[in-house]
C-alpha cells in the first residue's frame, strides 16, 4: 500500500514538472512573437507613413490626417517627383546602377581570389598577411577618404565615378574576404585535391570547383555590396561635384536643396517621399528575394574557423 501511494506521488511529480515546462515554453513562444511584432510594427510603420504621404497632395498633407491612407491617391506624384525641374533622375539611376555594376564585379571577383589564397594556397607569410587583413576590419574606412582623395585628385579621377569602383577592384572589403575565407576553410579539400590530380590549375579549381559550391557566401556580399552602396551618402558627396555624375543619394539631397531654394518653406514632402522611394525600395526587394542566400551565406561562412 506503502509502495503504491509512493508511486502515484512520484508520477504526479513528474507531470507536474512536465506541465511546468510546458507552460514555460508557451509563455516564452508568447513572449518571443510579442517583441518580434512590437519590432515589425516598429519597422513597418515608418515605411508604411512614406508610402502613404507620397500618394497625397498638398492640401491632403496640410490637412493632417496621421498615419490615414489618402482617398484618392495620387500615383502621378511619382512622375512628377522624378521629372521636376532642376533634378535629373535618370542620371542619378543611370550613375548609381553603374557604380554598382563596378563594385559587385570587382568585389566579387578580389574577395573571392584572396579568400581562395588565404584558404587553400600555400605562401611564405600567409598566415601573417592574413592577421593585417583582420586588423584592418577594425578601421574605419572614414579615415581613409582624405589620402585616397589626394591620390584621386593627383589621378585627375575627382568629379567621376572612378574613386567609387576602383577600391572595390583592388582587393573589395576585409570583412569580405574573411567571410568567403572562413567559407572556403569549410569545403572539403578533397575536392580540390582531385581536381588537381585530373590536370586542372589554381584558376580551374577555384572557379570549377570552389566558386559553384560557394553560391551561399556570394551572394551574402553581394547584398552587403549592394545595399551598402545603394544608400552610400558620404563617398559620392566628396568625390563628385557634378550634378549630371550624382548618385541617388546626392540627388535626393539636390532635390530638396532645390525645394527650399525658395524661401526655405516649399519642401513638397509628398514628391520628397516619393522620389525617397527610389532609395527604400530596391534594396528591400533584393533583401526579400535573396533573404535565404544571405541567411545561408552568413551561417555557413562562420562554421569553420
Same mark, same amino acid.
Given at each position: 500500500?506503502?509502495?503504491?501511494?509512493?508511486?502515484?506521488?512520484?508520477?504526479?511529480?513528474?507531470?507536474?514538472?512536465?506541465?511546468?515546462?510546458?507552460?514555460?515554453?508557451?509563455?516564452?513562444?508568447?513572449? *518571443?512573437? =510579442?517583441? &518580434? !511584432?512590437?519590432?515589425?510594427?516598429?519597422?513597418?510603420? #515608418?515605411?508604411?507613413?512614406?508610402? %502613404?504621404? @507620397?500618394?497625397?497632395?498638398?492640401?491632403?498633407?496640410?490637412?493632417?490626417?496621421?498615419?490615414?491612407?489618402?482617398?484618392?491617391?495620387?500615383?502621378?506624384?511619382?512622375?512628377?517627383?522624378?521629372?521636376?525641374?532642376?533634378?535629373?533622375?535618370?542620371?542619378?539611376?543611370?550613375?548609381?546602377?553603374?557604380?554598382?555594376?563596378?563594385?559587385?564585379?570587382?568585389?566579387?571577383?578580389?574577395?573571392?581570389?584572396?579568400?581562395?589564397?588565404?584558404?587553400?594556397?600555400?605562401?611564405?607569410?600567409?598566415?601573417?598577411?592574413?592577421?593585417?587583413?583582420?586588423?584592418?576590419?577594425?578601421?574605419?574606412?572614414?579615415?581613409?577618404?582624405?589620402?585616397?582623395?589626394?591620390?584621386? *585628385?593627383? =589621378?585627375? &579621377? !575627382?568629379?567621376?565615378?572612378?574613386?567609387?569602383?576602383? #577600391?572595390?577592384?583592388?582587393?573589395? %572589403?576585409? @570583412?569580405?574576404?574573411?567571410?568567403?575565407?572562413?567559407?572556403?576553410?569549410?569545403?572539403?579539400?578533397?575536392?580540390?585535391?582531385?581536381?588537381?590530380?585530373?590536370?586542372?590549375?589554381?584558376?580551374?579549381?577555384?572557379?570549377?570547383?570552389?566558386?559553384?559550391?560557394?553560391?551561399?557566401?556570394?551572394?551574402?556580399?553581394?547584398?552587403?555590396?549592394?545595399?551598402?552602396?545603394?544608400?552610400?551618402?558620404?563617398?559620392?558627396?566628396?568625390?563628385?561635384?557634378?550634378?549630371?555624375?550624382?548618385?541617388?543619394?546626392?540627388?535626393?539631397?539636390?532635390?530638396?536643396?532645390?525645394?527650399?531654394?525658395?524661401?526655405?518653406?516649399?519642401?513638397?514632402?509628398?514628391?520628397?517621399?516619393?522620389?525617397?522611394?527610389?532609395?527604400?525600395?530596391?534594396?528591400?526587394?533584393?533583401?526579400?528575394?535573396?533573404?535565404?542566400?544571405?541567411?545561408?551565406?552568413?551561417?555557413?561562412?562562420?562554421?569553420?574557423?
Amino acid at each position: 500500500m506503502a509502495q503504491t501511494v509512493s508511486g502515484v506521488s512520484i508520477t504526479k511529480r513528474v507531470g507536474s514538472k512536465g506541465n511546468t515546462r510546458a507552460l514555460r515554453h508557451t509563455l516564452g513562444v508568447v513572449l *518571443t512573437y =510579442l517583441v &518580434l !511584432t512590437v519590432g515589425a510594427i516598429t519597422v513597418l510603420v #515608418p515605411f508604411y507613413s512614406q508610402i %502613404a504621404t @507620397s500618394l497625397k497632395d498638398a492640401g491632403q498633407i496640410a490637412a493632417g490626417g496621421g498615419l490615414s491612407f489618402p482617398n484618392p491617391a495620387h500615383w502621378h506624384n511619382y512622375i512628377d517627383a522624378f521629372t521636376t525641374p532642376g533634378t535629373s533622375f535618370n542620371y542619378y539611376f543611370l550613375n548609381t546602377i553603374l557604380i554598382e555594376i563596378g563594385q559587385l564585379s570587382g568585389t566579387l571577383l578580389t574577395t573571392t581570389m584572396a579568400a581562395y589564397a588565404f584558404a587553400r594556397l600555400q605562401a611564405p607569410f600567409k598566415d601573417q598577411l592574413f592577421f593585417l587583413v583582420l586588423a584592418l576590419i577594425a578601421v574605419p574606412g572614414v579615415i581613409m577618404l582624405i589620402p585616397q582623395y589626394f591620390i584621386y *585628385t593627383k =589621378l585627375h &579621377l !575627382t568629379d567621376t565615378l572612378w574613386p567609387l569602383i576602383i #577600391p572595390a577592384w583592388l582587393g573589395g %572589403a576585409p @570583412s569580405f574576404i574573411f567571410l568567403l575565407r572562413q567559407f572556403f576553410l569549410g569545403v572539403p579539400g578533397e575536392l580540390g585535391e582531385a581536381a588537381v590530380v585530373d590536370g586542372a590549375g589554381t584558376m580551374t579549381t577555384l572557379f570549377r570547383i570552389y566558386v559553384p559550391l560557394a553560391k551561399p557566401a556570394l551572394a551574402a556580399v553581394a547584398i552587403f555590396v549592394f545595399i551598402g552602396q545603394w544608400h552610400d551618402f558620404l563617398a559620392p558627396l566628396i568625390y563628385l561635384s557634378n550634378e549630371h555624375h550624382f548618385t541617388l543619394t546626392l540627388g535626393i539631397n539636390q532635390f530638396v536643396a532645390n525645394q527650399q531654394s525658395g524661401g526655405g518653406q516649399s519642401t513638397t514632402w509628398n514628391l520628397l517621399q516619393a522620389s525617397s522611394m527610389a532609395i527604400v525600395l530596391p534594396p528591400l526587394l533584393v533583401f526579400l528575394f535573396f533573404q535565404r542566400f544571405f541567411i545561408e551565406g552568413i551561417t555557413l561562412g562562420g562554421v569553420k574557423g
